[in-house]
């Protein structure tokens, strides 16, 4: 081997050992290997950055703007509020109706937009008939991840392989070439999970109020100021009289009122109420003071903590958010927000002290005291799914005429190739804000940059391993293995290995790495590509087996409070369900 295999396959292992690892955020590790091979002189600059301009960089980003237009008319929300009323009529029929519509969504926005809708949705549901709402949000995950693999625009590894095989045969997939598959995926994943998968799923999340669900009943205390305090007169200085305790002051209550006041606004006087979130042992360091004394409570429940303005939500840290890895200490939530956190489920775990020495990661849910005015901050900052709110943001329903219609159009344009997506997605993003559907400003929060500079690190290292023969090495090896069974044994290995890999690393990073090999193979060999990379993209988006595998399932990770292995309990056995699927179906529907 030439000295330039021997180096793209040390990045190849690099690239295995960062991407399931938390060592470095995953669009860093992209950015690694992009240097490490410019540095090397495998490729040029231009080959380089050849990942920036290339139509499925541009196509995703595109769409994740365009679905946030069609968000921001409110017309999800619309359907949510639908749903929740004929949910009551007839829970298992409209259940399912709404699980349709919901894959149908999926097919032509970004699944986490509309997830971000339903998950409120659904907890509000399964309030209302005394279900638990873990026995629906994984089915909600599920059917949005199968619904969004019917078109090229559905999801965004569609978008990736067909721009990996338009640069090597000139031809990139059509709209809807991914439908015959996806529906036969479809119809089989709603089979499983009607009649087997709901039944795995443990009714995790009770029917209980969020003071109880985050279990703060020994970590909210209410404080009485004495007529002797120092405090008395004063604007309250939170960092003095917390310093070095885990202790938050969450709200000044005056005895002649039953709202609340800000905490840092608010002159103190003899008789106020300090609310406090900390555990029992801070809190005796506090009352070490002697001006301040207990205020014996009973149970807690969130009507405590809604008083006034104030409100209790709970906050799911959004996948692939800017936040993952910062500890919540460094998170100025009151500053952003106003809001304060009272705990935090961390991968599953649910924590109520030293919480700002937790780093944050998707998936986690945060409770939040904050004040109601600045719910729609919230809301509207990327990084948050709010999960205990319905109907938060102020919808443009006076666009949603338009936004579908501009939809509609890009969808249309690149169906009856007029024009390639890579065209017609940006010219959408320009119409949906000339129209006012969406503010510049939006879409460019809108647009999931971590996922954009994995593409623009991971693809140059396709063009590397063809370059330097190593994918024509990997190719040889896969058919040595597979050859003598026959192609649909090799289609059926890299739906296996793709599916394997996706469990550990990135979904597009996955697609990035095995489509160029699965290309070269058939080349190789003679046959047909388009069933062997065909196979990557459906393996890779068809992950179920862990809340990290696909961004859908970690935004009901914490939400639905589910343990790790109630995914692998419930997803493997439809993860080989859709490998038998695929290895019969694929041939059939895409001849060698």
Known sequence: MSFEIIFVFALLGLALFLFSTNYVSFDVASIILLVCLMASGILTPEEGFSGLSNPATISIAAMFAISEGIRRTGILNTAGNFFCEKMKQNFWLWLFVMLLFVSFASAFMNNTAVIMIFIPVIIDIAARIGISASKLLMPLSFAAIMGGINTLIGTSTNLLVSSIVEERAGQAFAMFDFSPMGLIFLGGGFLYLYFFGTDLIPSRRQKEDLTTGFKMQEYLTDLRVEENSELVEKYLDEEELTKE??????????????????????????????????????????????????????????????????????????????????????????????????????????????????????????????????????????????ASELDIMRPRTEKTPIALTILAGVVGVAALNIAPIVVSAPAGVILMILTGCLSAEEAYKAINWKVIMLLVGVLPLGIAMDKTGAAGMLAETMINTLHSFGPVAILSGFYLLTMLLTAIISVNASVALLAPIAYEVATQIGINAAPLVLAVSYAACLTFITPFGHHANTLIYGPGQYKFTDFTKVGLPLNILFWILATIFIPLVWSF
Not at 339 to 349: D, F, S, V, Y
């Open 245 to 386: 305790l885990d202790l938050d002051v969450l709200r000044i209550f005056k005895p002649e009122s039953d709202s609340s006041a800000q905490r840092t606004k608010t002159m103190v006087e003899a008789g106020d109420m300090l609310r406090i979130r900390g555990s029992a042992s801070e809190i005796d360091k506090l009352l070490r003071r002697e001006d301040l004394s207990l205020v014996p409570s009973s149970k807690w429940v969130d009507v405590d903590l809604t008083h006034g303005r104030d409100e209790l939500v709970e906050a799911a840290v959004a996948p692939e958010s800017t936040l993952e890895g910062i500890p919540l200490g460094d998170i100025d939530f009151y500053e952003r927000f106003g809001a304060i956190p009272l705990a935090i489920r961390h991968h599953g775990e649910l924590q109520q002290e030293d919480l700002s020495k937790i780093s944050l990661a998707g998936g986690d849910t945060i409770l939040l005291s904050l004040s109601s005015d600045r719910l729609q901050d919230l809301s509207n900052d990327p990084n948050f799914v709010v």
